[in-house]
């Protein structure tokens, strides 16, 4: 079965330039997550999706982030314009049912971005 | 505001050490703790402790549960190589399913 899969693996842009990661979530799973994950931290959520809905987006910087899961299934996280402290690792995760019932949340391998 | 706090933020040790990581947490309505191991970029799930299974054991790895010291602990003995990763612990937040994440514990396993 294959599992969260993102791209692109690396982008390095500069500043005020925009940028857009993708996301395959595992198939069946409807729900899926944004999270930050910057150096030496822990991930940040930054929204999550049940199906085509974002259900929790309060982290996201609206201001310059956007996303959307239009059929339910892959999803697009946008920045423009980038700021120097976008710089992060952006991860996707998805799972079969909620967080707090299951526990498991599978994680892409993420999208390192360097802005300049 | 929820938070979870892991220690030590860093440790190294050798081969066949026993190590023990440390989780505290503070959520409203607590429901559950999670521990994840992130190799390179993606984290994988290893436990999810609840007050109904307050202990998981799997191999060399093993976790336990606190809930009158709001704290979870993450064994792993006969440590390997292998086990070099950053090992996060989180927990949903109260009254949503966002996950709140410590800053990880960087493990280093040298041979």
New interface residues.
């Given amino acids: 079965e294959a599992?969260?899969v993102q791209s692109p693996r690396y982008k390095i842009i500069e500043k005020k330039q925009p940028v857009a990661f993708w996301c395959n979530p595992i198939s069946g799973h409807n729900t899926l997550y944004w999270y930050r994950q910057n150096l030496?931290?822990?991930?940040?959520?930054l929204i999550?999706y049940e199906n085509e809905e974002a259900v929790?987006d309060s982290q996201l910087p609206k201001d310059r982030f956007s996303a959307e899961r239009l059929k339910g299934v892959d999803s697009t996280l946008k920045i423009q314009p980038a700021e120097l402290g976008d710089s992060a690792?952006y991860?996707c995760a998805s799972s079969l049912t909620?967080?707090?019932i299951?526990?498991?949340?599978?994680?892409?391998?993420?999208s390192?971005l360097t802005v300049l | 505001e929820d938070k979870?706090v892991q220690s030590p933020?860093s440790l190294v040790v050798h081969e066949g050490d026993t190590v023990t990581l440390n989780c505290s947490y503070e959520v409203t309505n607590f429901?559950?703790l999670?521990w994840?191991k992130q190799e390179?970029?993606?984290?994988?799930?290893l436990?999810?402790l609840t007050s109904s299974g307050i202990e998981k054991k799997s191999g060399r790895l093993s976790s336990i549960l606190d809930k009158k010291e709001l704290s979870s602990i993450l064994n792993i003995t006969a440590t390997q190589t292998g086990d070099s990763a950053i090992y996060?612990c989180?927990a949903?937040q109260g009254g949503?399913?966002?996950?709140v994440?410590?800053?990880?514990t960087k493990l280093t396993v040298n041979p």
């Fill in positions: 599992g969260v030496g931290q822990g991930p940040e959520l999550r929790d690792v991860l909620i967080t707090a299951s526990g498991e949340l599978f994680f892409g391998e993420g390192r | 979870v933020l429901r559950s999670l994840y390179k970029k993606a984290p994988t799930f436990f999810m996060l989180a949903p949503s399913e966002k996950l994440f410590g800053k990880g």
